[in-house]
């Protein structure tokens, strides 16, 4: 079992800056974080292979968000900057599972092999 525990998140002009963390109750080798806004799909927005430190991002967000590990607080944060309207949603980290999978695994997991979901914080970008 993981446990994914969310905070951070918040209300924010267009152009401003949040901080999203999970801390995590073992270690898994791939982080992910998830956004759904109203009426939308869950999508992924960025992930983390912590192996080798690689990350992945939606196209969306590229060069705005960072995703990174905190490894002395086992804390995975997205830090986002820049944010947009576009942004709003209910934001979730998500694993897998699993301390053995690969960094292409780990960028093509689909919503449906999730495994444990973080409770969601919600981000709100105002014009």
């Known amino acids: 079992q993981v446990q994914l525990v969310e905070s951070g998140g918040g209300s924010v002009q267009a152009g401003g800056s949040l901080r999203l963390s999970c801390a995590v109750s073992?270690?898994?080798?791939?982080m992910a974080w998830f956004r759904q806004a109203p009426g939308k799909e869950r999508e992924g927005v960025a992930r983390?292979?912590?192996?080798?430190?690689?990350?992945g991002y939606v196209d969306s967000v590229k060069g705005r968000f960072t995703i990174f590990l905190d490894k002395a607080e086992n804390t995975v944060h997205l830090q986002m900057d820049s944010l947009k309207p576009e942004d709003t949603a209910m934001y979730y980290c998500?694993?897998?599972?699993?301390?053995?999978?690969?960094?292409?695994?780990?960028?093509?997991?689909?919503?449906?092999?999730?495994?444990?979901w973080g409770q969601g914080a919600q981000v709100t970008v105002s014009s």
């Open positions: 983390i292979w912590l192996d080798g430190g690689t990350t």
């Open positions: 998500a694993t897998p599972g699993g301390w053995q999978l690969t960094s292409d695994y780990c960028f093509s997991v689909s919503l449906k092999e999730i495994r444990y």
């Open positions: 073992r270690y898994t080798n791939c």
